[in-house]
């Protein structure tokens, strides 16, 4: 096996409880990454605004504003790095809607350290990979009047979709968990009024281009 690079890049690590900061930094240093822990979301968001690590891994909950806040005040998928939320079991519901508020994908606890190395180096890399790609995809300037906006990361999925990929194909390619790909897909077909898979791909094929 290759010797892992020392200059993999950063990754923020948000969380109050010192333990899993250590445990973290420690698991994500041995895979090659400079680790940068903070104990609650104000620390991060003045760091952040003012340099962009490869990741952030974001707890829910926190003291003062709650992960959510702090997700929303980076802009979710608009800021240029993916997140991730780190939530308990009982939190699902609330880890949910943060994906819906641009977080890429959540990692429950507890968590198993290689696997969590695994799941960020496939992350990142898809993301590098799509930022280099064009985005000027047939998806990305389809038009759906009347219906909801989809955002950046459903027209993603969305697009991995109309391609005839699987959950688990399409999770692959975009980084995120086969789980994360079905809640996307779920919300798309709200959004778009779509009662079955056939009946998305019809929508997507009669979509007017936006002008």
Do not use: W
């Not at 240029?80 to 641009?102: E, H, L, R, T």
């Not at 930022?131 to 389809?142: G, P």
């Not at 709200?190 to 002008?211: C, E, F, Q, W, Y």
């Amino acid at each position: 096996m290759a010797e892992k690079s020392d200059t993999r890049g950063e990754i923020f690590v948000v969380d109050d409880d010192p333990a899993v900061r250590e445990t973290l930094s420690l698991v994500l240093s041995a895979g090659g990454y400079k680790v940068i822990c903070f104990a609650d979301g104000a620390a991060l968001l003045a760091v952040a605004r003012t340099r962009t690590p490869s990741c952030i891994l974001l707890d829910v909950h926190i003291p003062g504003a709650s992960g959510l806040d702090i997700l929303k005040e980076l802009h979710g998928e608009d800021y240029p790095a993916p997140i991730f939320m780190i939530s308990g079991q009982g939190d699902i519901a609330m880890a949910v809607s943060a994906i819906k508020n641009g977080a890429l994908d959540f990692i429950e606890k507890p968590f198993r350290g290689s696997e969590i190395v695994g799941r960020l180096d496939e992350a990142i890399e898809a993301y590098e990979r799509r930022q280099a790609e064009s985005t000027t995809s047939k998806i990305a300037s389809l038009h759906f009047p009347g219906r909801e906006p989809l955002t950046r990361r459903e027209r993603e999925v969305l697009e991995q979709f109309a391609s005839g990929a699987s959950n688990k194909e399409a999770g692959r390619h975009l980084g995120i968990s086969p789980r994360t790909i079905e809640d996307h897909r779920a919300n798309i077909m709200k959004k778009l009024g779509a009662r079955n898979a056939a009946d998305l791909i019809r929508i997507v094929m009669t979509a007017p281009r936006a002008s």
